[in-house]
């Protein structure tokens, strides 16, 4: 009996496991060239980003006395799906940024009595002035939008330069 | 111990060291992914990091391939095994 089983499967144990390592180096190669995939996927887009930057036209958001100071107004620019937040500091003071915090994007709350942003999620504050991180697990800061006023009314658009507030 | 299965043993021990470092090249371009994830979603990082970022990671896995091409190439002259 044993000698059929055998002669039905003539593969030796020690044989499998073998051939199974060899099997697995070659799935760590196939592994390392998906990494250099999708780097290099991620490089492009943001190459993409740098060459072709968008020119959203600004956004009329409300009029100023919509905002009370220390109040803030929630809107999506540029896009449906980008959240967020503009805060009147003071009489002539605004202050926009995109509500994702940019640890694991929940949205912000804005505080007045602190003039912090903060994030549920993870306990993670903001500076409501420029959108830095001050505590929690964000290092980025909040991305910025420009924010004036015309004709009684608050405008935003993206800014023109990018700035980096990280911790 | 005849010296067909001594060569198979070596070979193993060699196959774990080589599993091994891949391991560890993998980890590397795990994290350069992750450098250049961040950097995509940071408009303010430099284009510079993220082709660094590029080059290390084809660098890592050209010397991974290698690491596997060598191994392979090895075994057969030992042992006769086709790769």
């Known amino acids: ?167 | 111990m005849s010296p067909m299965p001594r060569i198979r043993n070596r070979l193993n021990v060699v196959l774990q060291m080589v599993t091994a470092l891949i391991t560890a090249i993998l980890l590397a371009q795990l994290w350069l992914f992750t450098v250049t994830l961040d950097a995509m979603e940071n408009s303010g990082a430099a284009i510079q990091i993220v082709v660094a970022a590029v080059a290390c990671s084809a660098v890592a896995c050209t010397a991974i391939w290698m690491l596997i091409r060598f191994f392979l190439r090895t075994e057969h002259n030992e042992t006769g095994d086709r790769f």
């Open chain 1, 1 to 167: 009996m044993d000698k059929r089983w055998r002669q039905d499967f003539p593969v030796p144990s020690a044989e499998d496991s073998y051939v199974a390592r060899r099997e697995f180096a070659k799935f760590l190669g196939l592994t390392s060239l998906a990494f250099l995939v999708g780097t290099l996927a991620t490089a492009g887009r943001k190459l993409a980003k740098q060459m072709f930057p968008r020119d959203d036209a600004p956004l009329d958001i409300g009029a100023v006395n919509e905002i009370p100071v220390g109040g803030y107004k929630l809107f999506r620019y540029p896009t449906e799906h980008d959240p967020c937040i503009v805060l009147r500091l003071s009489d002539d003071r605004y202050a926009a940024f995109d509500q994702r915090c940019t640890h694991l994007s929940c949205p912000v709350i804005f505080n007045a009595a602190t003039k912090r942003l903060a994030c549920p999620c993870h306990e993670g504050f903001f500076s409501a002035e420029d959108g830095r991180p001050l505590a929690g697990p964000p290092k980025r800061g909040l991305a910025r939008l420009e924010v004036t006023t015309r004709n009684a009314r608050v405008w935003v658009k993206r800014a023109g330069e990018a700035k980096e507030n990280t911790i």
